[in-house]
Nanobody, 121 residues
Framework: QVQLVESGGGLVQAGGSLKLACVAS????????MGWYRQTPGKQRELVAQ??????????NYADSVKGRFTISGDSAKKLVNLEMNSLKPEDTAVYYC????????????WGQGTQVTVSS
């Protein structure tokens, strides 16, 4: 089993910055993708950014809405992932969830408990 613990988030004014962090523990060896999703009330959870192919170097991917503003980074050995969010907009307000996906289809995926990000105008 895998546990994901998130930190960061909070309240910031538009144009400000925040950093989220997520670290995995437990049976982490098969984790090959880690990333962040977000969700607002009444809407589906959406991908924000992720690193795929962790076991072979890692490739970042971003939602179009955050490209150029958010940066994802990670450590494949420690199975941690950070999300640096700059030039935040009110529409970035959401609960952000860390996600991890195993190389093996029968394992996971796993989710963190979620952390609130609120951007005031």
């Amino acid at each position: 089993q895998v546990q994901l613990v998130e930190s960061g988030g909070g309240l910031v004014q538009a144009g400000g910055s925040l950093k989220l962090a997520c670290v995995a523990s437990g049976n982490i060896f098969s984790i090959n993708v880690m990333g962040w999703y977000r969700q607002t009330p009444g809407k589906q959870r959406e991908l924000v950014a992720q690193i795929t192919g962790l076991l072979s170097g890692g490739t970042p991917n971003y939602a179009d809405s955050v490209k150029g503003r958010f940066t994802i980074s990670g450590d494949s050995a420690k199975k941690l992932v950070n999300l640096e969010m700059n030039s935040l907009k009110p529409e970035d307000t959401a609960v952000y969830y860390c996600n991890a996906v195993s190389l093996w289809p029968d394992d996971g995926p796993w989710w963190g408990q979620g952390t609130q990000v609120t951007v005031s105008s």
